[in-house]
């Protein structure tokens, strides 16, 4: 099975003062060199969702997705510009994770299991932290087209999401999305657990 992978980097970081969170400095690297250095090793190709100047990423090496014809639509924007990258490249799945996310495990593609697969931790359900099937772009079309709010959960359940568990401790898929949420990043990578 071929998967690839979409970070999405969308997200305006209001809580955070406005920062882009995909060049926010955690322990002297941008959150997304950390999220890439976990994700590109279980993936098969990587690109990134975000808006603005994709040439800010320029040293990344990856490509960068626009929203396209779906802008103003949330994260699910993003989805559909992964998944239509994803099926156009031949993937069987595209596994989309927020940018802000550095903890992930090292083998969540593995225990993610076929898809559609949604991460859960302690009843939590990571909606975007998630494997989705490739052909789920047409689906993922009509539901944006519909009158109502877009919500990534809505969609999941259409899809017939299967909640998988991560008993990990601590939270691997702590979000950064505070300064106080910084500051407890920080203090996990400078004193791993064992």
């Known amino acids: 099975m071929k998967i690839a992978g979409l970070i999405l980097a969308g997200g305006a970081g209001r809580r955070l003062g406005g920062v882009d969170k995909a060049l926010l400095r955690l322990h002297h690297l941008p959150m997304l060199a950390h999220v890439m250095k976990r994700l590109a090793p279980q993936v098969d190709a990587l690109a990134l969702s ?19 014809g779906h802008r103003g639509k949330g994260p699910l924007a993003g989805l559909a510009a992964g998944l239509a990258w994803a099926a156009g490249a031949g993937m069987d799945a595209l596994l989309t994770l927020p940018v802000d996310t550095p903890f992930i495990p090292a083998d969540l593609v593995r225990r993610l299991g076929r898809a559609p697969a949604v991460a859960c931790h302690q009843g939590r359900v990571h909606h975007l932290v998630a494997l ?41 898929f702590h979000n950064v999305n505070t300064p106080a949420d910084l500051d407890a990043a920080e203090a996990r990578l400078k004193h791993p657990s064992p």
């Open 50 to 68: 975000a808006q603005g100047d994709p040439a800010r990423f320029a040293g990344f090496g990856l490509p960068v997705l626009d929203d396209g």
């Open 132 to 172: 989705w099937p490739a052909d789920a772009g047409a689906a993922l079309g009509a539901f944006l087209e519909r009158d109502g709010p877009c919500r990534v959960a809505d969609f999941a359940r259409a899809l017939g999401m299967r909640p998988v568990e991560f008993p990990d401790q601590p939270d691997p």
